[in-house]
């Protein structure tokens, strides 16, 4: 198969949303390439998060249709990780940290089999790979905000997934772990995942982004970052000239 002939990591085709009869995304259509990082880019209210959650089939849209490499999402639902937003998780839940990255191997053992020593060897291994060894047997809830995200990309590594959907995972930490955090991404890409990554800084993007996607309720622009993160289209996402 030829390079143009490989089918996109993520293919979203005419995604149409609405909340109580109000369209929150119209007609939004976009497609990623494999092994590269898109952020996903507009004001509050524009529609991002959704985009993540009716991509996953979380929310039911009025239109449209989603494919992953080339499959129908049903068919492969298990090659997606997703990273909530931290404000959306009860971070009091009892649970180790250990046992959050085992839940990234469920899908793949089903609902009748435990992770067992290769599971947990797995675990491991992705702990060290975002230093999070140490904590392996603390409880979630005494982490810090950036360490909880880098547990939840530990996850995703054990999990084998090869297109991950990650809402703004750089709310609420310090500038040395979200650089901490932009190498463990950079490494996935470099390893040949795909991310969609939700971000709200435009100052990082050519740094941290290959492509970018800007959303205002309906798909302003998609492609690579020298070529569409423009000051015309960042103007036309955001309502106004933006310094």
Known sequence: MTRDAVPPALRVDGMTVAYHGDPVLWDVSLELRPGCITGVLGPNGAGKTTLLLATLGLLHPLAGRVEV????????RQRIAYIPQRRSVDWDFPTTVMDVVLMGTYGRLGWFRRPGRKERGEAQHALELVELEHVAERQISELSGGQQQRVFLARAFVQHADLLLMDEP???????TERSIVRLLHRLRDEGK?????????????????????????????GPVDTVFTDEHIERTYGGAIR
């Open 170 to 176: 750089f709310a609420g930490v310090d500038a040395k």
């Open 194 to 222: 795909t991310l969609l990554v939700v971000h709200h800084d435009l100052a990082t993007v050519p740094e941290y982004f290959d492509e970018v996607a800007l959303i205002n309720r309906e798909l302003i622009a998609c």
């Open 69 to 76: 490499h080339g499959q129908p999402l049903e068919a492969v």
